[in-house]
Structure formats: C-alpha cells, structure tokens
C-alpha cells in the first residue's frame, strides 16, 4: 500500500520540494475492507443430511472455526448451519470457502472430499440433473441412472479415479466436486452414459483423456 | 367224220407228212372242217361263213383266210378265258372243296381244247410255209387259249360257288384281283388289267392289245410293255418308248420294270383304301397316276440318254450351283464369328450343339465311397487333433506395449484433499513420491530378475554383459584385489573398490601419534593452541567484575 517515499522523492525532479510527506498506512485488516461489517453465510440443512451432520459436526467445525477463522453455528430451530466472519478472520474468501464446504457437505459429499475445497481454491462443484441432458421417463430414467452408478458403483468409482473428481448421484441430480477440467471430463463421460453408451466405451475414453491429463501434469 | 379224221391225222407218222399225199390232205380237210364248225359257237363275233370251206379246189391260203377270219376274234376271247381260269385254279386251290370239281373238269375241256388246238396248229403248218414265229406265237397262242378257257370254265363255275361266300363287303373277284396284281408286282408279270378292259370296252380296241400280245409272245417269260393304259395315245407313245428300249436292252427292261413297279405300287395303295369303289373309280385313278407317270417317264428317258460321264458332270454343276448360291447368301448364324442373342432366332443356341471351355470343375458324384472316405478323412483328423484351424498371424510387436492404466473401480481410498495434498507435496518436493502398488510390485520383480541376470552373466564370465548397477546402498568392503581373485571370481574387478581419495582426504592429521616425531607434536600443539584461541575470541565470554557480578 505504501509506496516508497524515497523513489518517488528521486524520480520526480520537478516536483516541488515543499510539498507534504505522504502518509503511511498500515494494512487494513479484513474485517475493515468489509467496513467493520460482519458478514454471514446460511445454509440449510436437508433432512437426508441432518444425521451425517450431526455425526461430523466436530470434523466440520474444528477446520471452519480453527484454520479458517470463521465462526459457526447450527440452527436447529431453523435447520440451517450459520456463518459469521470474526474480527481475526485473514480473508473475505474464507467465509465462502467455508460456506461451500459446508455446502458441499449438505451436497452428500464426504467430509474429506469437501474439505478440498477449503484447502485448493481452484475447486469448484458442478450440479446438473439429468433431464438436462435427455428426457427420460419411468423405467428408462431408472436404467440411467443404474448405468451412471454402475454395478456396485464401479463406473462412478472409475470416473471419480481417473479425472479426480467426486460425484455425487442424488436420485436425478448429479454433483461434480473437482477442478474445471476434471470437471469437464467427468461430466462429458457421465452425459455419454445418459445418452445410452455402454461402460467400457466410457471407460476407454476415460483412459485416453486421463493419460492426457496425466502427461500434462 | 371229221373226228375220224382229226385222229387219223394223228396216229399218222409225222414222215408221212414229208411228202404230199392227197389222202392226208382230205383228212385235214375235213379236221379243219369240224373244228371250224365246232369253235364257231364259241366265238363272240360271228364270222360270215357257217362252215368252212374246205372244197379240194380251195387254196390252202384261202382255207387259211377264212380259219384267220374266225380265229382272229376268238383267240384273244379264249386267251382271256385262259387267264382268268388261271386266277380262278389258283384260288380255288386255296379254297378247299371246290377244286376237285372244277379240275376234274377243267382236265376234261383241256383235252379236248387241246386236241383241237393242235388240229389247228398241224392244219396251218401244213397248208402253208409257216415261220417259226408263227410256231411260237402258236404255241404261246396255245397256251394262253387254253388258261382262257380253263379261266372261262373256271369263270362258269365259280360263279356258282361265289354266291354262297360274298356278301356286301366281299367279293372274291377282288380279292382275286388283288392277289393278281400283288405277284404281278412281285414277278413282274403283266397285270390283269386286260381282263377289266375287255370287260367294259369293245373289242375294236383291244386289237392293239393283241398286237401287245403278239409282241410279247415274242420274249422272255418276264413280259414288258403291258402297260396298261386306258387311252389309245398314251398307250402308242408307250409302245414307241418302249420299243427304243427294247432295242437297247437291259436299260429299258429296269426302266419299265421301274415303271410298272412303280405304277403297281402306286396302283396298290388304292385298294387299301377304297375296296367297294374299286371297279368304277379305279380307270379315273389310274387316268391320274398315268398322267403323274409319264413326266417322269420323260425326265428318265432324258437321264437315260446321257451317259455315265454326263451324269457326273450334270451331278457336280449341280453340286456347284448349289455351293455357289449358298455363298451368296447370307451364312446361318453358326458360321458368323461372334453371335450376339439378338443376332440369332429365339432359343437356337438350344438345338444347336455347343461346345465350350467349362471352367468350372463338375460337381463330384456323391457315392458311398466317396462318402466313406471323407467320414475315415474326418476321423483320422480328430484323432490326430489336426484342425485346420485359421492361425491368427503373430503381430510383430513393433514396440513396446505401453502401459495402460488401470482404471481403478474401486471407491478410492483417499478423499479429494489428500489427493492433491499429495499432488502438491510432490511438486514441491517436500515428500518423497508415493510408490503405487504396482509399482512396488514392478520394482520388486525388477530387482529379482537383475539379480538373476547377473548370475546368468557370471557364469560366462561377463564377456558381452557388463555388471548392472544397482542404485543401493551397499557396504563397500574395501579389500585388497589380491584377495579377490581366487578360483572363480574373475567377475569381480577392483574398480567398485575405494579411490585413495575416498578413504582419506589429505587434510587434517596424516601421521599418526606414534609417528610423530617431537617436532611435530610441538608443531601439533601450537595449531591446537592457536585454534582454540581462536574460537575463543569469537564467542561472547562473560566479563567478571572485580566484585565478581
């Protein structure tokens, strides 16, 4: 924020000499950018997730309240978990990092599989459903669905593998944690099984683009 | 009386005769007389004079006229009487029953025809100088006189027995007919038709028939020149023809023989067909084929005029012409090079027969040994297990195969965060770089398999192999290369030994105490000494006060 003085003295020869010193401020903190405001995330809770959340509220609070620094709560009367920024709190981004691992979580995601989101910033979550991609009724929608899962999970499983990603499947809709382009991929794999594809020529696509990946990185 | 004297004139000796004797001529005379008055009523037409007149001053010519005058109707009446009691004998012999009588008869009448006959023939040789022609014709005259009259008496009685077996569709008169005219073709023999013609025609004209007759009495059994016309033309061209092959002989003899076989043959097809109408139709039949006949009758005697050497010639330009007219002509479709469908008629390839390359091996004739010599084929092969079996070629692998990653469809252990925590530490280089599973395993196998090798390439003393290095921390013993080399270990060599240098630098303290010699421990002492005042000035030492605070 503070420029040096002294450069500024040197460059400018014209400048007139009796002009005031500039002053000095320190960094403003980041409950000052905000104004000295506080700022609050709610998210509220289906039913399905009620119990996971009550399970994992220590592994949920603990990252929140301790490396985030970000104050939570859960309201119980109005099924919502409440976010709160205080004052030490380094970051305005960590209120929503917060608020979308949270979100995550509520998503159906695992605990360790949203705390990514609090750790990378570049991780986002894909939601779409899948009468998005092709209009299906009764038995048919039930075999999609069947097909995207696999037997035991092992074609989502294999997808989640190879791109890095973590998929959620909720009855219709489909959750994608991961990055952009693992996103991307996963997605265009699990489009293809909706419209009809078998496995293994998911699968064989799965190998080439992944090895890709791989070799880029 | 004149009997009397017919056979006295017969008992005589013939060397009588040689000389004249008047008595011999009153016998005959007389004879003459009597058998003049006793054919008289036989005869058709009657001559002007009753009785003959046989007077001594009558001439033997004119005896002779006035016989000739009665004779000359009569004989061509008896010859045809003899000729149809021939037919009749002949049937009558097949007919049982009726022969008896009728020979028994005939025989009678025959003796005495013939006494008469004779009596005529020995009355004209006497009265005149006869040729021998005339003997001949006689005694052909005799004989046919007495078929006639067999064939007349044969006529009077068969016509008694016919009655009882004709009716509306037989008629022996036919069938005789038809038995006649079936030897004459195969004989040869003049046809009956003269009988027919004396049947319904006037005896004017069958004096040419007599002439025909006369001729023939002339020649061999095997008669020509009965042709049987009805017409007075036809019939002189026909005797003009067939006298100019008499003349040539043998030739005319086939022709006519053609001819009247031919006329037969063409006759004999009628009966078959049209047996009641027979009698009335069969002169218009005959008017007909005639008429066919005689074209063909020129066009022979024109062939027949040429000679052998003419016919050749006449065959080949024939033969020429025809080859000639044949290339003018457009050739059949057979002879054209290539023919397409359309240049030939419908379905002629069909009839025509074809002949062409078939390259197509003919299906094979399944029979039981073919079968059973490819059920033993079948078995010997599973027995020896040898299938002919498609191969697939061995792929040449052209280079390494790469290894694919296992997509892994298990739920992975890690969650997202570790995952790239990982990630980043390798990056970073802050851990070491997890070994997958595989690759332990991979590493593993690897390590066996060098140590393998290397035993491998001991055993041939590492002539092509060198040693593998093995990135391992291993405790190098740092023995003399003297030691080494014993029995087997040539494989080992002294460069994996130390380097001087990396057993000692050459600073610090090279002697050892006890070579030390007394400069040297004073010298060592200094540096000590020096040293430790060194490192002493540099540390902060506490000051002490002169209280001691």
């Given at each position: 924020?503070e ?15 009796a002009?005031p010193p ?5 960094a ?8 000295g ?28 309240y ?23 709190t380094p ?36 939601s ?9 009724r009764?038995?048919?929608?039930s ?11 092992k ?55 992944s090895a ?6 | ?7 006295r004139?017969r008992?005589?000796?013939p ?11 009153s016998?005959?005379r007389a004879?003459?007389?009597?058998l ?14 009753d009785?003959?007149?046989?007077d ?5 010519e004119?005896?002779w006229s ?15 009487q003899?000729s ?17 009588k ?8 025959e ?45 009077g009685?068969?016509e008694v ?6 009716d ?8 005789e ?8 073709e ?12 004396q ?8 004096t040419?028939?007599?002439e ?9 059994a ?25 003349f ?8 006519a ?5 031919r ?13 009641i ?9 005959e ?38 007219r044949a290339?003018?002509?457009p050739?059949s ?19 025509v ?12 004739v399944?029979?039981?040994e073919?079968?059973a ?13 040898q ?15 790469r290894?694919?990653?296992e997509?892994?469809?298990n ?7 570790e995952?790239y ?5 390798q990056?970073?280089?802050?851990a070491?770089?997890p070994?997958?599973v ?8 690897e390590m ?18 060198p040693?593998?290095i093995i990135?391992d ?11 080494m080399?014993?029995?087997a270990?040539?494989a ?19 002697k050892?105490?006890?070579e ?16 430790f ?12 006060d002169?209280?001691?605070?």
């Open positions: 924020m420029l040096p003085s002294s450069s500024a003295m040197e460059t400018d020869a014209n400048v007139p000499p002009a500039k002053p000095l401020f320190q403003l903190k980041p409950h000052e950018m905000s104004d405001k506080v700022q609050f995330r709610k998210i509220p809770v289906p039913s399905h997730r009620f119990a996971p959340l009550k399970r994992n509220w220590m592994e949920i609070y603990t990252p929140i301790e490396q985030m620094k970000v104050d939570i709560r859960m309201n119980l009367k109005a099924r919502r978990v409440e976010l709160k920024t205080r004052q030490d970051d305005v981004s960590h209120l929503q990092k917060c608020a979308d691992f949270v979100h995550a979580f509520m998503l159906g995601f695992d605990l360790c599989d949203a705390l990514a989101l609090l750790r990378l910033d570049d991780l986002y979550v894909d779409f459903e899948i009468k998005d991609v092709k209009t299906l009764g038995e048919h929608l075999r999609a669905i069947g097909r995207l899962s696999g037997k035991g999970g074609t989502k499983f294999a997808i989640e593998n190879s791109t890095r990603t973590r998929i959620v499947i909720a009855d219709t809709k489909i959750h994608i944690l991961g990055s952009f382009v693992n996103i991307k991929v996963a997605r265009d794999s699990l489009c293809s099984l909706i419209l009809g594809s078998p496995a293994g020529k998911v699968y064989s696509k799965l190998r080439a683009v890709r990946i791989a070799e880029r990185f | 009386m004149g009997e009397e004297a017919l056979s004139l008992t005589t000796e060397v009588a005769y040689l000389a004249p004797s008047p008595e011999l001529s016998l005959t004879a003459s007389g009597h003049y008055s006793s054919l008289l009523p036989f005869c058709p037409s009657k001559p002007p004079l009785h003959l007149l046989s001594q001053s009558f001439d033997a004119q005896i006035q016989i000739d005058l009665l004779s000359k109707p009569l004989l061509p009446f008896l010859r045809r003899l149809r009691l021939e037919k009749e004998s002949k049937l009558q012999s097949s007919l049982p029953g009726n022969t008896l009728s020979t028994g008869k005939t025989k009678k009448d003796e005495e025809e013939e006494d008469n006959d004779e009596e005529l023939g020995l009355g004209d040789e006497e009265e005149g100088d006869e040729d021998e022609d005339d003997e001949e014709e006689d005694d052909g005259e005799e004989f046919e006189d007495k078929d006639e009259e067999e064939g007349e008496d044969e006529k009685e068969d027995k016919d009655k009882a077996v004709e509306k569709f037989l008629k022996i008169k036919e069938l007919k038809f038995l006649e005219d079936g030897e004459a195969e004989y040869g023999l003049p046809t009956q038709k003269k009988k027919i013609d049947d319904y025609q006037d005896n004017g004209n069958e040419d028939q007599d025909e007759d006369d001729d023939d009495d002339e020649e061999d095997l008669d020509i020149g009965n042709l049987d016309d009805d017409s007075e033309g036809e019939l002189e061209e026909e005797m003009e023809n067939a006298r100019y092959e008499d040539f002989g043998c030739q005319s003899n086939k022709g023989l053609k001819k009247s076989s006329k037969k043959v063409k006759f004999d097809d009628r009966p078959q067909i049209n047996e109408e027979y009698e009335e139709t069969d002169d218009e039949i008017n007909k084929e005639i008429e066919y006949q005689e074209n063909d009758d020129e066009t022979e005697n024109n062939k027949k005029n040429m000679s052998t050497h003419e016919k050749e010639v006449a065959k080949l330009r024939s033969k020429i012409e025809e080859m000639e290339n003018l002509e050739k479709w057979t002879m054209i090079g290539e023919v397409t469908a359309a240049k030939r008629p419908v379905n002629s390839a069909l009839e027969d074809l002949d062409f390359e078939h390259n197509v091996r003919p299906a094979p399944i029979t039981e073919v079968t010599s490819l059920e033993e084929l079948i078995k010997k092969r599973i027995i020896d297990g299938f002919d079996d498609v191969q697939r070629a061995p792929s040449l692998p052209s280079k390494a195969p290894e694919l990653k997509l892994d469809e739920k992975s252990k890690q969650g997202l965060a995952i925590e990982e990630e980043y530490a990056k970073a280089g802050l070491t770089a070994i997958s595989s690759d332990e395993l991979k590493k593993e196998a066996l398999f060098k140590k393998i090798c290397l035993k491998l390439d001991a055993l041939s003393h590492f002539h092509f192999a040693k593998p990135e921390m291993s405790i190098q013993a740092n023995v003399p290369a003297l030691a080399e014993e029995i270990p040539i080992v060599s002294d460069a994996a030994m130390l380097a001087p240098e990396e057993i000692f630098e050459g600073k610090g303290d090279v050892d105490e006890k030390l010699t007394g400069a040297d421990r004073k010298r060592r002492r200094a540096n000590k000494k020096r040293r005042k060194a490192e002493s000035a540099k540390k902060p030492r506490p000051t002490t002169a209280n001691g605070q």
